[in-house]
């Protein structure tokens, strides 16, 4: 049975756009007749990607400009504007890309939505294993970037610690823990 939208959209109009993203401020009806607005951040999807090798993490960090200090994380992206492929290709580029590794194998760990609050933006997650170095071929805004090797605990006790912050990097985790052997 589908279910009708308890939100129904009059109009839209974009407010700032630009390669990246796209702002855009819907004028709403609610169910019971009342309007307000809604403000809405339209992003492509992304890939994070759990490179594991001998019971532990390669992690990438970079300065994120928003946090204003460097972070720890899974290595993510989403294609440049213009580019488009499966979300397997998506993640064993944004592997290479960031870290230089290739993957003998990739295992899907499911879907999941960011910041469903104000954007429809979701991320693939998968498991990279069978690692083959190379040379990383990172974008200009990552040049910055530094890629290491962690040990499972280690890592687990940087998330618990909260220096690991990234909520993406969380929840892959969460859902390597909870695959089905």
């Known amino acids: 049975m589908i279910e009708e939208p308890d939100i129904r959209t009059l109009s839209t109009r ?10 855009r401020e819907d004028e709403i009806e609610r169910g019971d007749g009342s309007r307000g607005i809604y403000a809405v951040v339209d992003k492509p999807d992304f890939a994070v990607i759990v490179p ?3 019971d532990g993490f390669h992690l990438v960090e970079q300065y994120r400009y928003t ?3 460097r972070r720890w994380e899974f290595p993510q992206g989403a294609f440049p504007q213009g580019r488009t492929g499966t979300p397997e ?10 870290t230089g590794f ?7 760990l499911g879907y999941l939505n960011c910041a469903q609050g104000f954007t429809g933006q979701g991320y693939h997650v998968f498991l990279a ?3 083959t170095p190379g040379p990383a ?18 890592v ?8 690991i912050t990234d909520d993406s990097t969380l929840a892959a985790y969460l859902l390597l823990t909870m695959r089905k052997p």
């Not at 974009?14 to 702002?23: F, T």
């Not at 290739?102 to 899907?108: I, K, N």
């Not at 687990?156 to 220096?163: C, F, P």
């Open 67 to 69: 946090l204003g200090g």
């Open 156 to 163: 687990e006790r940087m998330l618990r610690d909260g220096e």
């Open 89 to 98: 290709e998506l993640a064993a580029a944004e592997l290479a890309e960031e």
């Open 52 to 54: 594991m090798e001998d």
């Open 14 to 23: 974009v407010v700032y756009e630009n390669p990246w993203l796209r702002l």
């Open 102 to 108: 290739t993957a003998d194998r990739l295992e899907r």
């Open 137 to 154: 071929r990172r974008e200009v805004e990552e040049q910055d970037m530094r890629q290491r090797w962690f040990p499972r605990t280690e």
């Open 129 to 131: 294993t069978g690692l």
